[in-house]
């Protein structure tokens, strides 16, 4: 696949979906799909809060009446984690009366709209939303929750200092650095927690770097330094001094303390027809090749071979049909990652799959199972998955009949990240695939 096409698959706006009414859900996944977004599809409101931090949509739409938890509290919960950036929510609900929706609106909702549904209305709304926030975006130069740049000024710094590179010769180094186990702090101490490390971490960069350097949070935990007038030694001194530095830092929680390190990548520019996003894909890499090497370490990149970067991702196809194992295995072979290396099995049943020992492969896994199978059903694979203590490192995606809605509410509420119903056309899958994976990081 082409680059470009890879750029197509980055800018489809990403729609979530937190409603416990499957056959709705159904409906309107399908219906948003057909406008060419992406829709992620969540019945379990604790699943859908945790894919809403690790997959950052677009847009997100909440039933109001969830069993284990209000849909005004998860709306509260989105509101107080990024109550400035504009992640647009539409709350629905089949009570509509003045106060339900002045609570709605108070709580940060964009848009509140009655069931049942009507899908023309909820298009256009949809698209107005999303058009907003790409004005928003586009307008906006700091990053709210750390008060950093973010990467949209990122271009006009790195244009800044090729022109200097162009007229002194002077050249400059691009860092990229990720919080290690940033998920985990999360998922432990809640996401109030991983904000103030991040706020935290955004403060001490900003102190611990010369003026003359310029930070930028670059998405989620991750954030980039452009450091002017440095080689590719000064800059990994520098960056080694901030690991060890921040590796100092204790957090308080529930009476216990906690430190957080860093690992980060180094590219030097030194010639001025390096492009910003080439620049950023050597530093990101050799990031990765930091992680890979144990974390809260630095390393360098001179643009060789990046391969040697990535990091392998085990895919597993489980179907008992061999058409559609060798058309999803054609398909899978011809996709390329800049960070995953796919390392792809492909199983008949879930009890060949599970006697493999595949899941013992330490490193993430990607599973792709059909929903039906006379041995050992999709439904079961999951049962099993859901039982491995190491399951915050397996992805599923389910393939399911038109028709399975008791399989599908029974995927998701057992922790499937998407499912896609047959027949399906091949762009379409290698789309949805493509977006998952990438979001994955």
């Not at 057909?34 to 379990?44: F, H, K, P, S, Y």
């Not at 996709?335 to 199983?347: A, C, G, S, W």
């Not at 393939?399 to 762009?427: C, Q, V, W």
């Amino acid at each position: 696949m082409e680059i470009n096409d890879y750029k197509k698959v980055e800018n489809v706006p990403l729609i979530q979906i937190i409603d416990e009414d499957v056959s709705m859900l159904i409906k309107v996944k399908e219906s948003l799909e057909g406008q060419g977004w992406m829709v992620v599809a969540n019945t379990e409101p604790r699943k859908a809060i945790t894919q809403y931090f690790d997959l950052n949509p677009d847009c997100v739409i909440i039933d109001l009446h969830l069993q284990d938890i209000s849909g005004f509290q998860i709306l509260g919960d989105f509101q107080n984690h990024n109550n400035q950036q504009f992640v647009p929510k539409i709350i629905t609900s089949n009570i509509n009366d003045r106060q339900t929706r002045i609570t709605a609106y108070k709580l940060g909702a964009d848009d509140f709209i009655e069931k049942p549904l009507d899908m023309e209305e909820l298009t256009v709304r949809i698209e107005r939303l999303l058009k907003r926030k790409k004005i928003f975006d586009q307008s906006v130069l700091l990053d709210e929750l750390t008060q950093l740049y973010n990467r949209k000024f990122l271009l006009d710094v790195f244009e800044r200092n090729i022109k200097d590179l162009i007229r002194t010769k002077q050249i400059f180094s691009i860092a990229i650095l990720d919080l290690d186990h940033f998920k985990y702090i999360n998922d432990t101490f809640g996401h109030l927690s991983g904000d103030k490390v991040l706020k935290t971490f955004a403060n001490f960069l900003k102190q611990a770097t010369r003026s003359s350097d310029t930070v930028f949070r670059y998405g989620g935990e991750e954030f980039v330094i452009l450091f002017q007038n440095t080689n590719q030694n000064e800059g990994v001194e520098i960056v080694t001094r901030l690991i060890n530095d921040f590796s100092k830092v204790q957090f308080n929680k529930e009476g216990g303390v906690y430190s957080v390190t860093f690992s980060a990548g180094v590219f030097t520019v030194n010639h001025p027809e390096i492009l910003l996003e080439s620049a950023l894909k050597a530093a990101d890499l050799a990031l990765y090749k930091a992680k890979e090497n144990g974390r809260a370490r630095v390393e360098i990149s001179n643009l060789t071979p990046l391969e040697q970067f990535k990091k392998t991702l085990f895919v597993s196809v489980i179907d008992d049909d061999a058409i559609i194992r060798t058309m999803l295995t054609r398909i899978l072979k011809i996709m390329n990652f800049d960070h995953y290396e796919l390392n792809l099995e492909v199983f008949e049943d879930g009890i060949q799959f599970f006697e493999s020992n595949r899941l013992a492969e330490i490193g993430e896994h990607f599973l792709i199972l059909d929903g039906a199978m006379p041995v050992m059903d999709g439904i079961e694979i999951l049962q099993k998955v859901k039982t491995i203590e190491k399951r915050r490192d397996i992805h599923v995606f389910m393939l399911t009949g038109r028709k399975s809605e008791s399989d599908i509410e029974r995927a998701l509420k057992l922790g499937a990240d998407d499912y896609m119903t047959k027949p399906f056309s091949i762009k379409e899958f290698q789309a949805r695939i493509e977006r998952l994976i990438k979001r994955m990081r």
